[in-house]
């Protein structure tokens, strides 16, 4: 069992930098791979947003957030993170961290077994 709490939400304007944090428990971290999704104001579905293989040698972004979003993982501190630059009001939404220690590498949501209850960010125009 993987328990993951995320940390480093909150409200900033266009533009600006956030760095998301992950926290894992349980388990054996430098096993799973790992995941951030996001779910925007209104909508039912989860967005793919960025994972990262267990060996942190791959990795792969949504195309709204290539070139902007960096994904990595600190094993040591059993951590995934989720550099955030020159965010746009349409990046606001809740973000949610996942893993799994079932497959190495995976972007499809229904592949994860452990979800993070979430952190709010919200980007101002």
């Known amino acids: 069992q993987v328990h993951l709490v995320e940390s480093g939400g909150g409200l900033v304007q266009a533009g600006d930098s956030l760095r998301l944090s992950c926290a894992a428990s349980?388990?054996?971290?430098?096993?799973?791979?790992l995941g951030w999704f996001r779910q925007a104001p209104g909508k039912e579905r989860y967005e793919f947003v960025a994972?990262?293989?267990?060996?942190?040698?791959?990795?792969n972004y949504a195309d709204s957030v290539k070139g902007r979003f960096t994904i990595s993982r600190d094993n040591a501190k059993s951590t995934v993170y989720l550099q955030m630059n020159s965010l746009k009001p349409e990046d606001t939404g809740v973000y949610y961290c996942?893993?799994?220690?079932?497959?190495?590498?995976?972007?499809?949501?229904?592949?994860?077994?452990?979800w993070g209850q979430g952190t709010q960010v919200v980007v101002s125009s």
């Open positions: 349980g388990g054996t971290f430098s096993s799973c791979a």
């Open positions: 994972a990262i293989s267990w060996s942190g040698l791959t990795t």
């Open positions: 996942a893993a799994t220690e079932l497959v190495q590498f995976t972007t499809t949501l229904n592949e994860y077994d452990y």
